[in-house]
């Protein structure tokens, strides 16, 4: 009886550790090696709204999903938005094909052991984050009209 109260005291304690982050929250820092192999922190974006983007080179949908995204970054980069892509692909090259591949022009990481992804608890992707000037979280998942919406009222 004692190791089952245990267990799910553990459960209890690691489902609450990770658990996905909500609208309000502060985001979690963020430290992933970029295209150049240097540390890209999520904090050195304060300052500006940023969309967490998780996504890998084998997701249909995230890289359907790039076209539009690109336009609403190109349309809103110079007031102050950046993309923040965290790509959970094991493989660097197969990250770095991809990126290359749909000619991705922001910010990208690679989260090769996945840990980013649990910390943020992401159980699918695409999956995305949008954040305030101060690191705040103001949407999940927005849609790309929902995206222009927001960020038209944040800068």
């Not at 209890?12 to 150049?36: R, Y």
């Not at 993309?83 to 000619?103: G, H, L, R, T």
């Not at 690191?135 to 927005?142: E, S």
Request: one cysteine or more; proline letters at 4%; glycine letters at 6%.
């Amino acid at each position: 009886m004692r190791k089952l109260i245990f267990a799910a005291v553990m459960l209890l304690v690691t489902t609450m550790s990770f658990a996905q982050p909500k609208v309000g929250d502060t985001a979690a820092e963020i430290s992933l090696k970029g295209m150049n192999g240097k540390q890209v922190n999520l904090t050195s974006f304060r300052g500006k709204v940023v969309l967490v983007d998780f996504w890998a080179s084998w997701c249909k949908p995230c890289r359907k999903s790039f076209p539009q995204l690109k336009s609403v970054y190109d349309a809103y980069k110079r007031k102050g938005f950046e993309v923040y892509s965290v790509s959970v692909d094991m493989d660097p090259a197969d990250w770095k094909a991809a990126a290359s591949s749909e000619k991705l022009n922001w910010v990208l990481v690679n989260d090769t052991s996945g840990d980013v992804a649990v910390k943020w608890d992401v159980n699918y992707i695409p999956n995305s984050f949008l954040l305030d000037k101060n690191g705040k979280i103001v949407a999940i998942n927005p849609s790309h009209e929902e995206l222009k919406r927001l960020l038209g009222a944040m800068l």
